[in-house]
């Protein structure tokens, strides 16, 4: 049974199986192809005694046809039937699907257009054949016409069933893309944003290993569509969960000619050090000198080309992964003498969340897949703060409030973030309390010498009680943001003006689990 929307190579497959005397059904277009070659087809038509009908959406839809398919060569109930009711003995089917996606691709295409385009018999086909594969051989696809062509030429036409069992696994995967893709079509239909690219479609990746070495691992994906890798060693498994979180958190500053140049360094998801300065070379000290002895291992990414001046102080500690959106050539040859050393150029597309522009981000668990709305929001930025306590906050302590609130934004809960000047002091971060949180974050910047006084503080969710202000303050910290919405907000005020502290609610809780 052949029965294909695309010709290309089919012309030898027919002419060998000629060769071999085999019987040939077909239908239309297909069946003139085959006889415009000299080789006899025989009509659908002509062995199910019924035309194509409705348009063509039913020709091969037929016991006489999907028995000749579907019956077992070793049952003997299923011969007798085949032989009562005259249905042939159909051994190889080579089908392929009406091509949607390109339909759907296609600008202008109408929802009836598209929706003719759903392949009916040829997807049953398939199933039909592959679920067969003991009795019958499945080419699905123009993929697997050389194969098919080699076994006919090397074998007279015959096929093992290794051989049929490999094909019928390249009919399922045909039969799952082609679904996925159309429901990804109604999908989106309802409204309801979906991958483009399904699991099945993706390009599938072997890593060296997971986030440890006795886990394996494999990425679904094209990374070449969001980076240019311009030197280095394979990324792995913990660099993806590092250049995922580094490339969220870029993104807050801005990628224009406007922006300011901004340098992040990021450890297990976190950041440890942020710094937005007027040139590259300084965003780059500065976020270094936020944790320098966290950064060592790390995974860098800034906003702006890196120039030889930041190449050479970038060299001189040990880090994994640096991503950028450009580097000068003089830039390259510093960072190129570490051979291992992963050197990716950003495209236009490395964006954050999913890929797709769907805006979703997916998350295995329990067994399942959930899924949600990106956190596109950073209070103070997006919506405007809500001054709560007698002493408001001037310009610049503003700056900084909007710039700790993107940190802690993409820092694990619970999360509490000190700033100062367009610097990352320090962060507590993943605490079961908050307190907890807040005390990790001072110990840590005081570690390094830093003055809190001055500092502004970023939570990234509200205080229960009055704890944190009161600790903040004691280490001069008199500047907070915060979501506010706990029932005892009024606490927290109360305390902050009786202690010339200034605090504004955004309204935005920023958990990251």
């Not at 002419?15 to 085959?34: A, P």
């Not at 691709?105 to 049953?124: H, L, N, R, Y």
């Not at 989106?188 to 483009?196: D, M, Y």
């Not at 040990?318 to 991503?323: A, G, L, R």
Request: hydrophobic fraction near 40%; include cysteine.
């Amino acid at each position: 049974m052949i029965s294909v929307f695309y010709k290309d190579g089919l012309a030898e497959i027919v002419t060998e199986l000629d060769k071999c005397g085999v019987k040939i059904y077909s239908t239309g277009g297909t069946q003139t192809f085959i006889e415009g070659l000299g080789v006899k087809a025989h009509a659908v038509e002509d062995l199910t005694g019924y035309p194509s009908v409705f348009g063509g959406r039913v020709k091969t839809l037929h016991p006489k046809v999907f028995g000749g398919i579907l019956y077992r060569r070793e049952n003997e109930a299923d011969l007798q039937q085949a032989a009562q009711y005259e249905i042939p003995e159909i051994d190889l089917v080579i089908v392929d699907l009406y091509p949607f996606e390109q339909t759907v691709a296609t600008p202008g295409a109408t929802e009836q257009q598209i929706i003719e385009k759903i392949d009916i018999g040829g997807i049953s086909l398939i199933r039909a054949a592959a679920k067969n594969f003991r009795d019958v051989a499945i080419v699905p696809s123009v993929d697997q016409y050389g194969y098919i062509l080699d076994l006919i030429k090397s074998q007279g036409g015959c096929t093992t069933l290794e051989q049929r069992r490999h094909l019928a696994a390249e009919a399922f995967n045909v039969s799952s893309h082609y679904d996925t893709a159309i429901f990804n079509y109604f999908n989106r239909q309802e409204g309801i944003p979906a991958f483009k690219q399904s699991f099945t479609e993706q390009r599938a990746t072997q890593l060296r290993y997971g986030e440890n070495p006795h886990q394996a691992a494999t990425f679904y994906g094209d990374l070449s569509a969001r980076f240019e890798q311009l030197h280095g060693k394979e990324i792995s498994y913990n660099n993806m969960l590092d250049m995922d979180a580094a490339v969220n958190l870029i993104g807050e500053f801005g990628t224009g000619a406007e922006a300011l140049p901004a340098f992040v360094i990021m450890k297990h998801n976190n950041a440890c050090g942020v710094a937005v300065r007027p040139t590259v070379v300084e965003a780059w000290t500065d976020a270094l000198a936020g944790d320098p002895v966290s950064a060592f291992g790390g995974v860098l990414i800034t906003n702006k080309t890196v120039d030889r001046a930041t190449a050479e102080k970038i060299n001189e500690i040990f880090f994994e992964v640096i991503m950028a959106p450009g580097f000068d050539a003089d830039a390259l040859e510093v960072l190129q003498t570490k051979k291992n050393r992963i050197i990716l150029k950003i495209k236009d597309s490395a964006a954050a969340g999913c890929g797709c522009g769907c805006g979703k981000q997916f998350r295995s668990l329990l067994g399942g897949v959930a899924v949600q709305e990106r956190d596109a929001k950073v209070g103070g930025q997006d919506s405007e703060v809500k001054q709560v306590t007698t002493k408001g906050v001037t310009d610049e302590e503003l700056k900084d409030l909007i710039f700790a609130n993107k940190i802690v934004k993409h820092s694990k809960s619970n999360a509490i973030v000190l700033a100062k000047n367009g610097m990352l002091l320090a962060s507590g971060i993943g605490q079961t309390s908050r307190v907890d949180s807040l005390r990790q974050a001072i110990a840590k910047a005081k570690s390094f010498g830093f003055d809190l006084r001055g500092a502004v503080l970023a939570s990234d969710a509200f205080f229960p009680f009055a704890d944190c202000a009161e600790i903040a303050h004691k280490e001069g910290i008199d500047t907070i943001i915060q979501p506010g919405g706990s029932v005892r907000d009024q606490d927290t005020i109360d305390y902050c003006n009786a202690n010339g502290m200034a605090m504004v609610f955004t309204g935005l809780r920023h958990f990251k689990h």
